[in-house]
């Protein structure tokens, strides 16, 4: 068999850790079963967590089963779209398998996103009913109007609290932003009015695998985001194949962290649903900043953490990580973004946890490849295949010719958890799946001779210097070396004699100085000639999406604004 196709070689295989077979014997499972089941194996295990406040699994169930009666009271039937609007709260969770134990589709939104982001993402995916955070009621009341939504429903932090924190809690709630007064309005409930006022109803509306749960908005990191058809069989085959890749970890034993937003596709499958497959609590964290997040893996003896760069490099420069006991933590999940070997080292020395890096993308629910948890973990690789799940590397002129190992080319990839199309943009769906049902996952990648996987960069990202193909992840990686700097991020900018050139926008470390004439001094005994910046911008913070993958996008938008 010659070089050019290595790939259907799965090389990878041979880095599997024992236990784990090339195919998962799936089970067609409805995600609803997945919390039933938790329910009947592990009745008083916490299922959820929020600031000491804890629903057990029968009860977190019983909650579901509520809400259930309570969505189909107002009409709600199968193939409806619900629209939840909320950080991770219990609501959240409870909406979502109520949601889907109805034969709805989910719609899940994040409560960041401006009212023009809101309106294109209810009316694009025609949502009719709403469940949102009082602090944002007023302003969907008003946003109602130009959507296709009926009724909203809303909850606030301090409906589920421990019963000391919940007297306080109106006391500083308003003046710290945590709460607002909400306007009554037409067709406008409280979440624990009608909670209370349904008797529970277990029952689960009969849906196909294939049919779809949700509509999952993609970041809008290249333009208008477009809503991504997830099936029934996506997310629960994704919930086995990540079950299958973790064989150490127990049932009904582990704590999981909770501070992924749910509302984007890593945390709703590896924060959320798999806890829930998996009979763990959940500690949920609803703004994951540095305190929160050592304080809640500390008090709550947290011991499997999926987390993004920016959550370990916040931890790791926070006064509180000197004297915060993590050492309940045994694994580390890390996607979104390349995860600096520093700050690797850094964090597994203090918890004495394993991190492991993965990727994935919105159109693939989302996980893909992940670094072996018991096994070869290599640094600056987004790890190898998951079961079931196909890989190539293709050449970016012709798709149709695979490249050789070691060799720059397309990531496509293939697997039961591979999306079935964007919602009613048929060209759309063209451009990124082949006819064979590969996707086309837009970034640039490598496979070494183990048979791991590297992303170079996105193509988008790709800077044309002089001639040359210039990745701005090389040279991030390089400034994210440099003991002064915190954060940085490269991006292409036009060049008289080169086409474009780069750009790199630094973030210093507290109380470090440094000149643009230093940065560039330093890439300039790491890095080849055309890939140097030509120009450095010390910034406080910079754009990042929801999960804190930095947007070159917006930063490029503003480079051409000035």
């Known amino acids: ?16 850790e024992p236990g784990i077979k090339e195919n998962v014997e799936f089970k067609d499972v409805l995600v609803p079963r997945y919390l039933e089941e938790s329910a009947k194996n592990f009745p008083d295990n916490p299922a959820l967590i929020f600031q000491g406040y804890t629903l057990t699994f029968t009860e977190f169930n019983e909650m579901v089963a509520r809400f259930t009666a309570a969505l189909k ?30 034969g709805g589709i989910v719609v899940l939104n994040n409560p960041l996103y401006s009212d023009r982001e809101l309106e294109h993402q209810f009316t694009d995916s025609n949502s009719k009913f709403l469940i949102t955070l009082d602090l944002l009621t007023n302003r969907m009341v008003k946003l109602r109007e130009k959507t296709n939504i009926k009724t909203i429903v809303y909850t606030s932090i301090g409906d589920y609290l421990p019963f000391v924190k919940r007297l306080l809690f109106p006391l500083v709630a308003k003046k710290k932003g945590l ?43 290249t333009g208008v985001s477009k809503g991504v058809m997830l099936t029934h069989r996506n997310i629960s085959y994704q919930i086995q194949q990540i079950e299958a890749w973790f064989p150490k970890f127990e049932k009904g034993a582990e ?15 590896v924060s959320m649903n798999f806890a829930i497959r998996m009979g763990w609590a959940n500690v949920l964290v609803p703004k994951p900043q540095p305190e929160p997040l050592l304080e809640a ?16 490099i916040g931890m790791l420069d926070h006064p509180d990580m000197e004297h915060t006991d993590l ?28 991190i492991v890096e993965g990727f994935g993308l919105t159109e693939s629910t989302p996980v893909t490849h992940i670094n072996p948890f018991n096994g070869t973990r290599k640094q600056g690789s987004i790890g190898i295949p998951i079961p079931n799940t196909e890989c190539k590397i293709v050449d970016l002129k012709d798709e149709t ?7 720059p080319g397309e990531l496509l990839m293939r697997g039961p958890q591979v999306m079935k199309g964007y919602l009613g943009k048929p060209d ?21 001779e183990d048979g791991y996987f590297y992303i170079v960069d996105r193509i988008k990202d790709m800077i044309l210097s002089g001639g040359y193909n210039v990745y701005p992840r090389d040279i991030d990686e390089v400034l994210f070396e440099h003991p002064k700097i915190l954060e940085a991020a490269s991006i292409g900018i036009p060049h008289p004699k080169r086409g474009e050139a780069v750009k790199a926008f630094v973030i210093l470390k507290e109380g470090q100085k440094m000149t643009a004439e230093e940065v560039i001094a330093y890439c300039d005994t790491k890095l080849a000639k055309y890939k140097l910046p030509v120009e450095v911008e010390f910034r406080q913070e910079l754009p990042k999406s929801n999960v804190g993958k930095i947007l070159r996008k917006d930063l490029r938008a503003q480079e051409e604004a000035k």
């Open 297 to 312: 893996i500390s008090k709550f003896k947290v011991t499997f953490a999926p987390l993004v760069p920016t959550m370990y």
């Open 401 to 407: 010719k695979e490249v050789p190992v070691g060799e």
């Open 428 to 448: 759309e769906t063209k451009k990124t799946m082949t006819a064979d049902g590969f996707l086309r996952t837009g970034d640039v990648a490598t496979m070494d």
């Open 179 to 221: 709460a607002a007064d909400v306007t009554p309005a037409k067709d406008l409930f409280k979440f624990k009015d009608i909670i209370a006022k349904h008797s529970p109803d277990f029952s689960q509306a009969e849906v196909k695998m294939d049919d779809v749960a949700m509509y999952q908005y993609t970041g809008g990191t």
């Open 255 to 269: 704590v999981m962290l909770g501070a992924l937003p749910f509302f984007h596709v890593f945390g709703m499958s």
């Open 1 to 16: 068999m010659s070089d050019q196709s290595v790939y259907s070689k799965k090389t990878w295989l041979n880095a599997y």
């Open 327 to 354: 050492t309940s933590v045994k694994g580390c999940f890390s996607g979104s973004a390349p995860l600096p070997l520093e700050v690797i080292n850094s964090f597994q020395k203090k918890t004495g946890s394993i």
């Open 73 to 102: 009271s107002f009409g709600i039937q199968k193939g409806d779209s619900v629209a939840i609007l909320l950080p991770n709260v219990i609501p959240c969770a409870v909406a979502y398998y109520a949601i889907l134990r109805i």
